[in-house]
């Protein structure tokens, strides 16, 4: 069986284990470094990306996350668990973990619009479009040469890519009910592959 962790610092992991389970996956929550021992992908969730940077430098998680993703383990960080996995994220006073080659501006939508809820059509999620809900959510202002993007806002905004078996959503789809993110993760993290980049 497919084993998928969460990382269970601070922020809605616990809505992403709920779904996992709805899945045919094992999902387990993380928190230390041996937690991560034999699976298969890790989700990043939503939160605060400053407290999530911090504990995982209190808990010792660094390293061994870097490992992870250099095993070739698949990896999804959904709004703040997204801007942790970025390459950059200039707004952010802590250092990412740098797996993912994107550069993330955190809260790109101001006071205002604090959090909004739109249909995105996804690129390779069939089905029709995806209920996406924004909280406080960063967007993805600039992306390396082997990221894809699989989903942009209308007025032109990136807000999903991949980069191999890597993801990063701006939004939250544990949140909803549809399940078509977390099973492309899981497919994903099924054929998993070793990274060049894991050490980055
Ligand atoms: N605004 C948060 C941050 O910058 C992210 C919000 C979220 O994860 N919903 O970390």
């Known amino acids: 069986m497919t084993r998928i962790g969460v990382l269970a610092l601070q922020g809605d992991f616990a809505e992403h284990l709920t779904m996992l389970r709805s899945l045919d ?17 890790l989700i990043l969730p939503g939160g605060e990306s400053t407290t999530i940077s911090r504990l995982a430098d209190a808990y010792g998680l660094v390293e061994p996350l870097r490992a992870f993703a250099g095993a070739g383990k698949a990896l999804w960080g959904t709004c703040a668990g997204a801007i942790y996995l970025a390459r950059s994220a200039p707004d952010l006073d802590r250092p990412t973990l740098g797996l993912i080659d994107i550069e993330v501006r955190r809260n790109a939508f101001g006071r205002q619009i604090d959090s909004f809820e739109i249909d995105l059509p996804i690129a390779g999620i069939e089905g029709g479009p995806f209920h996406a809900v924004f909280i406080r959510a960063p ?7 082997d990221v894809t993007v699989l989903a942009r806002l209308e007025d032109g ?3 999903a890519v991949q980069e191999g078996n890597r993801l990063a959503t701006a939004f939250h789809p544990e949140l ?5 993110l977390h099973r492309y993760f899981v497919a994903l993290a099924e054929r998993a592959v070793p990274s060049k980049r894991g050490m980055a």
Request: hydrophobic share 40%; glycine share 6%; aromatic share 0%.
């Open 25 to 41: 996956v094992e999902a387990r929550a993380v928190r230390l470094p041996r937690d991560l021992e034999d699976l298969d992908g």
């Open 139 to 145: 967007v993805i202002e600039a992306t390396g040469p």
């Open 157 to 159: 905004r990136i807000v």
């Open 176 to 180: 909803t009910t549809d399940t078509r």
